[in-house]
C-alpha cells in the first residue's frame, strides 16, 4: 500500500522473459582451476572491492555463506556499481557466478580482450545465481568484475562471487574447510503437517541440511526452514548441520517438535467465513478523506494506514494526522473503533506501505516491535496488525515478533499480511516462509495483485497483471504450498487511480472468487480444485472507493459475502 499513488514497475518483455530463465553453468574444470576473486564472500568488509558513490557495505544477513554478504543501494544517478580487478592467464575461459537477492542485480566482467559478458535478473525475494563465462584475450592479465542493480531501484544483495578457472596469479581466498555444527537451533511454529525451525548462522557455510528423526527432510541456503508433509498430532525430532565445498559439519543438538491436531490455521476470532479488509487512510493524497465512521459496512476488517517507525529498532508508534483529517480527534478515532467493533467488525493497525522503513533483524528489534504494537493495541483498542513492509523482511525476526506479540495478545489477535507478489512466488521467499511460519496464528494473507507486471502462475506460466488470469493463478501458488484456502485474499485497488497499474473492474475480482471457489468465470487458468474457504478480498482503500462512489464494496462487498 502507499500513501501515495505508486509508480507501476517498469517491466519490458525482457523481464517477463527474464522470470522464467534459468543460467547454464560452464563445462568442466580442470584440476588446477581456482576462484580468483579476493574476499569472494566479503568476510573481510570491501576489502578489494569499490563501491560507486559508497553505495556499498556489507551485512549479516542476508547472507548465502558464511557471516556476511554485500548490500549495495543504487540511487537517482548512480547504480551501486562495486568492481574488483581480477588477475587472469591469456587465452583462458573463466566461469563467472554470483549469487544475488533483493533488486535488479547485474554481474559481468569488462577488459576481456575479446566479448565482454554480463547477465542479471529482475527482483528476486531469495538468493539467486547468476552465471556466465568469458574468454580472455592473447595480451589479457586482468579484468574488471563488477556487480550493480538499476538507478533508483531497491537495494540489491551479493555473496560467493567467483571468477573460477586458471590461477591468474593474484592470489585467492583460504581454501574453506568443513565448518562448525550450528548452534542455536529453535522451532519457531508448527501446523497440522508442518514445523518451522531457524538457528545460528556458521561462518564459511553455504548450505544446511535439516534431518527429521534421522532422514534428510530439507537443504537450504538461508538459517530457516519448514518442514511439510508431516502428520497431526505427531512428535518429531530434528537436527541441522553446515555445509560447504570442504564438506558437512557434525549434526546440531536436537529439538523436538509437536505438529497441531487439526489442519487449517488462522488467527483472530469473530469474522465471517468470507470477508473484505479495506485499508483507511490516516493521511490526505487527494482521495476522499474519511472518518472510521464513514467507512461502509460492507467491510469486515479495517487496517489503519500506517503505524510509523521510530528511532528504537523495531518498534513502531501511530499518530492520527488530525490536521489532514479535517479535526478528526482521538478521541472521536477511539470512540469508532469501539462502535466498529460493537458492529462485528475489526479494526487493525497496518505496518509498513511503500515508505515503511520498520527494520526487524535480530531478537532485540523483534521484541521492540512486540512491545510497541501491543501497547497500540491498549492504546486505542486495535484487534491486531497488518503486515505491509514492501523492502523486504527477515523470516527468522518477523516470525519471532510475531509470536511475541501472539503470546500478549492472545488467540483473539487479527493478523493479515499484504506482500507484493514478487514476495510470494516461492514458499522459500521471506514473506511467504513468515506466512508459513506463523500459519496457526496467521488470519489472512492478502497478496496485492497491481503494481506488479508480469508474474509466474502455479503452473509456470507468464500471466500479466490486470486479467481474471493473473489473480486466479497466482493465488494458486498460494493454496498448493501451504497455505489454508480461508487465509488467502485477492488484493485489488479500488479505482484506477488507487495504483499505478494492475486496477481490475470489481466485475472480474467477483468472476476471479467465483473460479476458486465454485471453478465458473475462469479464463484460460482453472484451479485442478474449489477452494470454497477461500476468505475473500481485500482493497486499497476505503478512500479509494469513496472517490469512486463505493462502487468497489458495493459490488465486491456483496458477492464475497454471498461466497458459499
Request: proline share 4%; with cysteine.
Amino acid at each position: 500500500m502507499s500513501p501515495h499513488i505508486r509508480s507501476a514497475r517498469l517491466w519490458s518483455a525482457a523481464v517477463t522473459a527474464a522470470l522464467a530463465l534459468t543460467f547454464a553453468g560452464t563445462g568442466q574444470a580442470s584440476a588446477a582451476d581456482v576462484n580468483n576473486v579476493r574476499n569472494a564472500g566479503f568476510e573481510s568488509g570491501l576489502a578489494n572491492w569499490t563501491c560507486s558513490a559508497n553505495s556499498g557495505t556489507t551485512v549479516g544477513s542476508p547472507v548465502h555463506g558464511g557471516t556476511a554478504a554485500l548490500k549495495a543501494t543504487p540511487a537517482g544517478q548512480d547504480n551501486a556499481r562495486c568492481t574488483q580487478t581480477v588477475a587472469v592467464k591469456p587465452n583462458s575461459t573463466y566461469s563467472l557466478s554470483a549469487w544475488v537477492q533483493g533488486g535488479y542485480a547485474y554481474l559481468g566482467v569488462t577488459g576481456t580482450g575479446t566479448t565482454d559478458v554480463s547477465t542479471w535478473t529482475p527482483d528476486s525475494p531469495t538468493w539467486k545465481q547468476l552465471t556466465t563465462s568469458f574468454t580472455t584475450g592473447s595480451a589479457t592479465t586482468s579484468v574488471t568484475l563488477y556487480l550493480n542493480g538499476w538507478y533508483g531501484q531497491a537495494a540489491y544483495y551479493a555473496d560467493d562471487v567467483q571468477v573460477y578457472g586458471p590461477d591468474g596469479g593474484g592470489g585467492t581466498d583460504p581454501a574453506p574447510t568443513v565448518p562448525a555444527a550450528p548452534a542455536g537451533l529453535a522451532v519457531t511454529g508448527t501446523t497440522s503437517s508442518s514445523v518451522s525451525l531457524s538457528w545460528n548462522g556458521v561462518s564459511g557455510a553455504t548450505a544446511y541440511t535439516v534431518y527429521r528423526d534421522g532422514a534428510k527432510a530439507a537443504t537450504v541456503t538461508g538459517t530457516s526452514a519448514t518442514v511439510s508433509g508431516l502428520a497431526a498430532s505427531t512428535a518429531y525430532s530434528f537436527q541441522v548441520t553446515a555445509s560447504n565445498a570442504a564438506g558437512e559439519s557434525a549434526r546440531s543438538a536436537a529439538v523436538t517438535a509437536t505438529t497441531a491436531a487439526t489442519g487449517g490455521g488462522g488467527g483472530g476470532t469473530g469474522l465471517p467465513k468470507h470477508a473484505v479488509t479495506g485499508y483507511w487512510q490516516n493521511f490526505n493524497n487527494g482521495a476522499t478523506v474519511q472518518k472510521l465512521s464513514d467507512v461502509p459496512s460492507a467491510y469486515d476488517v479495517i487496517a489503519v494506514a500506517f503505524a510509523d517507525a521510530t528511532t528504537t529498532p523495531g518498534a513502531v508508534s501511530f499518530t492520527l494526522d488530525s490536521a489532514g483529517l479535517g479535526g478528526y480527534t482521538v478521541d472521536q478515532f477511539k470512540a469508532d473503533i469501539r462502535a466498529k467493533q460493537a458492529a462485528g467488525k475489526k479494526v487493525i493497525v497496518s505496518v509498513g506501505g511503500q515508505n515503511g522503513t520498520v527494520s526487524i533483524n535480530d531478537s532485540a528489534s523483534a521484541t521492540n516491535f512486540a512491545n510497541s504494537v501491543y501497547a497500540l493495541m491498549q492504546t486505542y483498542g486495535f484487534d491486531g496488525v497488518d503486515i505491509d513492509l514492501e523492502n523486504g523482511l527477515n523470516a527468522t525476526y518477523m516470525t519471532q515478533a510475531l509470536r511475541a506479540l501472539a503470546a500478549k495478545a492472545g488467540p483473539s489477535l487479527i493478523l493479515t499480511m499484504a506482500p507484493q507478489t514478487i514476495d510470494m512466488q516461492s514458499p522459500s521467499a521471506g514473506y511467504f516462509q513468515t506466512a508459513l511460519n506463523v500459519k496457526d496464528i496467521l488470519t489472512v494473507v492478502n497478496m496485492q495483485y497491481y503494481n506488479s507486471g508480469s508474474m509466474l502462475g502455479c503452473d509456470g506460466k507468464v500471466y500479466s497483471q490486470g486479467t481474471v488470469d493473473f489473480l486466479t493463478a497466482l493465488a494458486c501458488i498460494q493454496l498448493q504450498n501451504g497455505l489454508a484456502p480461508s487465509q488467502v485474499g485477492l488484493g485489488l485497488p479500488a479505482s484506477t487511480r488507487a495504483a499505478g497499474g494492475g486496477y481490475v473492474a470489481p466485475s472480474v475480482v467477483n468472476a476471479a472468487l467465483d473460479c476458486l471457489t465454485k471453478l465458473t468465470d475462469c479464463g484460460t487458468f482453472k484451479p485442478s480444485k474449489t477452494y470454497p474457504d477461500l476468505r475473500g478480498a481485500m482493497t486499497w482503500s476505503t478512500n479509494w472507493d469513496a472517490t469512486a462512489g463505493n462502487a468497489w464494496s458495493t459490488t465486491v462487498g456483496a458477492h464475497v459475502h454471498a461466497l458459499p
